[in-house]
């Protein structure tokens, strides 16, 4: 039987371990932690995190070939196979502090493996890394293994999107590995080949040299972000001039060369990766002495916040200019729909700029707890402090409650529950203070059918 260790049981490893072990009855899958409470709630009812068909996959192969655990040594020393799936956060200070990626969890791990190992290891970046961290990994275990152990490094980065983690990893569009080009390289490579194409069809398993693999997911990253805020920006453009954004992006996106998706404007990208993988690309840049080409990454982070804070001023301009004491329905809190991950999520900041601007801001959100969204408005650096957020946020749990005696109502998220089949805006508007108001920063509401039931409506990328 082979046995796989996956180290950090977060948004990937979790999900993405727990498919090798739904697809392969016959590899044993340890998932392991330093967080007691994360472990125990995946060996509980309620996990961790929300994922659309992850529960289903967890209930079914937990206690049989997955398991959850925080003793980390055992794992390791059990394993053939050990994903390193950590977190890898910008970094706070320090050299490089707002651009940098935070390596500490990676080498601490990196550490801990040479130091418990006692048989040879293939060790696997699932994490995404600045290039060439592989080499730094290798340098670690080679000079704190004690015992001679052969280590093989692969660099295996993970593309699933949150709140579709399950489809992409099930049948993803293709799955990388990257590994030094020697004989013991091709070897270990070969081995998870194996195991990724029990389900995934060959030619989708894309076998490369380690530092392709590891460059690749930060510019697939930076690929798709840059899209969104070229979108934005044409957004910008067409509220000016009277085009439609959803027409503009339709249009662009026929052309075979563009394609459809990740073109819809919105009120700004959010989420864990994205940012991060894109500073971390700006920084290595400017390691390697190429400030233009930082400068050209750098411009798809600054339009994304340029793009939060032309919504806000948009907001706060249509309400007569000041949104002081005004109530303001904030629907949506999470960086997208389907998840509860509210990491970089465009609402922390527009919650953020409306509180400076002393608004009551009402926020609801079907996924994301109330406690998150207080640590959310409280961190150091969101400009929001404990006070502000007890003075002008509460936290509903309901649509309908969030929007009761509201001057105004922001979509920040597309959850489907906000969508006109779902929920009854007539009765919303007349529960509202009037002029009622409705800023949709996702393009999903039908703004001909509110302006007949009385709304004032304002959408990205689209002039009254
Ligand atoms: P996460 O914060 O949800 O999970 C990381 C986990 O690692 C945490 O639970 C933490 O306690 C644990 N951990 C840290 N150091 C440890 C150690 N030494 N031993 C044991 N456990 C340890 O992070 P995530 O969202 O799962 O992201 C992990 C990596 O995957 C990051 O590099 C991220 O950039 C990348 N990634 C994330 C996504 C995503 O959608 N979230 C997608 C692709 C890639
Ligand atoms: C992203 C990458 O898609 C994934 O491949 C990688 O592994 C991790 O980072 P994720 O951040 O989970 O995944 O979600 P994604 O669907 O990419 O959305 C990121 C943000 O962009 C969200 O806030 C989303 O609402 C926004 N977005 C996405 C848009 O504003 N417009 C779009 O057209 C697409």
Redo the contacts with the bound molecule.
């Keep these: 039987m082979v046995n796989i260790c996956c180290?950090?049981?977060?948004?990937?490893?979790?999900p993405s371990c727990a498919v090798i072990a739904y697809k392969c009855h016959d590899v044993k899958v340890t998932i392991?932690?330093?967080?007691q409470a994360?472990i125990d709630a995946w060996n509980s009812d309620h996990l961790p995190?929300y994922e659309p068909g992850l529960e289903e996959i967890v209930f079914e192969r937990r206690g049989k070939n997955l398991f959850f655990s925080t003793d980390?040594d055992q794992a390791i020393i059990d394993a053939d196979l050990i994903f390193v799936?950590?977190?890898?956060?910008t970094k706070k200070s320090g050299m490089g502090a707002g651009m940098a990626?935070d390596l500490a969890?990676i080498e601490?791990?990196t550490r801990?493996i040479a130091q418990v190992a006692t048989s040879p290891k293939i060790v696997i970046e699932?994490?995404?890394?600045p290039c060439r961290t592989a080499q730094s990994m290798r340098t670690i275990l080679e000079a704190n293994s004690n015992k001679n152990i052969r280590f093989d490094i692969l660099s295996n980065?993970?593309?699933?999107?949150?709140g579709t983690?399950i489809k992409d990893l099930t049948n993803p569009d293709r799955v990388l590995i990257g590994c030094l080009q020697t004989p013991e390289g091709f070897t270990a490579q070969q081995k998870l080949v194996d195991i990724y194409t029990r389900w995934i069809p060959q030619e989708r398993v894309i076998t490369m040299n380690l530092w392709s693999s590891e460059l690749s997911?930060l510019a697939a990253n930076a690929l798709l972000a840059q899209r969104i805020s070229s979108v934005n920006a044409l957004s910008a453009i067409c509220e000016a001039t009277g085009a439609d954004v959803d027409e503009v992006a339709y249009a662009c996106g026929t052309d075979s060369r563009i394609g459809p998706k990740f073109l819809k404007a919105s009120v700004g990208f959010g989420?864990?990766?994205f940012q991060?993988?894109i500073l971390n690309l700006v920084y290595l840049s400017e390691q390697l002495h190429l400030p233009e080409v930082a400068a050209y990454w750098k411009a798809v982070v600054d339009m994304n916040e340029f793009q939060k804070q032309r919504f806000t001023h948009r907001i706060v301009r249509t309400l007569f200019n000041t949104v002081t004491s005004k109530r303001i329905a904030m629907l949506g809190f999470a960086f997208k729909k389907d998840t509860g991950?509210t990491?970089e999520s465009a609402a922390i900041t527009l919650c953020s700029y409306l509180i400076q601007e002393h608004a009551q801001v009402a926020i609801y959100d079907p996924k994301v707890s109330h406690k998150q969204i207080i640590m959310d408005l409280t961190e150091p650096g969101v400009g929001t402090n404990e006070t502000d957020v007890e003075k002008h946020v509460s936290i509903c749990n309901s649509t309908y409650e969030a929007c009761a005696g509201a001057d105004a109502i922001v979509i920040c998220t597309e959850w489907d529950e906000f969508k006109m089949e779902h929920t009854d805006y007539q009765k919303i508007f007349e529960s509202m203070n009037k002029p009622a108001f409705i800023f949709d920063g996702r393009l999903i509401l039908d703004a001909p059918k509110l302006r007949d039931i009385g709304f004032r409506v304002e959408t990205i990328g689209k002039s009254v």
């Design positions: 180290i950090g049981a977060g948004y990937v490893g979790g392991v932690d330093l967080n994360r995190i980390v799936s950590v977190n890898t956060p990626a969890y601490r791990a801990r699932k994490s995404t890394v980065p993970e593309f699933l999107a949150e983690a997911k989420g864990s990766c991060k993988d991950d990491r």
